[in-house]
């Protein structure tokens, strides 16, 4: 019997832990990064010369897996190989219009999710300032 007793202890801590450790899981945990960058457009200087996109999908057993933040990092990385920004030479390129989307799923039984699949999707436009002559 003292057995039984420990392993539903066991169960009950495990159940507790895991859902008060939240594992970044939340659409809200790490999403509020930001770079304040300030531009003046005042004259169309510039044209939007392509649309890039990066994802990355990270699965969580039980709530454990990787960190937000290298789900984010893999993402932008796999962005930045496709926008490609020094194939301009000697033009300058950038990026704007950034945003993240997240998609999940999961396999719920008996209330519990045993199994979440996270795939962050970092899209921006990619644009080529225009030179003044």
Not at 44 to 49: C, D, G, H, S, Y
Not at 67 to 96: D, H, V
Request: proline share 4%.
């Amino acid at each position: 019997m003292k057995y039984i007793s420990n392993f539903k202890n066991f169960i009950l801590g495990s159940f507790v832990l895991i859902f008060i450790s939240g594992c970044g899981l939340g659409p809200y945990s790490s999403m509020n990064h930001s770079t304040n960058t300030q531009v003046v457009l005042s004259k169309a200087n510039f044209k939007v010369i392509n649309t890039v996109s990066g994802s990355a999908t990270a699965r969580y057993v039980l709530g454990i897996g990787p960190s937000e933040s290298k789900l984010i990092a893999r993402a932008k990385q796999k962005l930045m190989k496709k926008a490609n920004l020094s194939a301009g030479g000697n033009k300058s390129r950038a990026l704007i219009n950034i945003t993240v989307d997240e998609t999940f799923r999961y396999v719920i039984f008996p209330y519990i999710p045993w199994y979440v699949s996270k795939t962050l999707t970092v899209t921006a436009d990619v644009i080529e300032f225009i030179p003044e002559n």
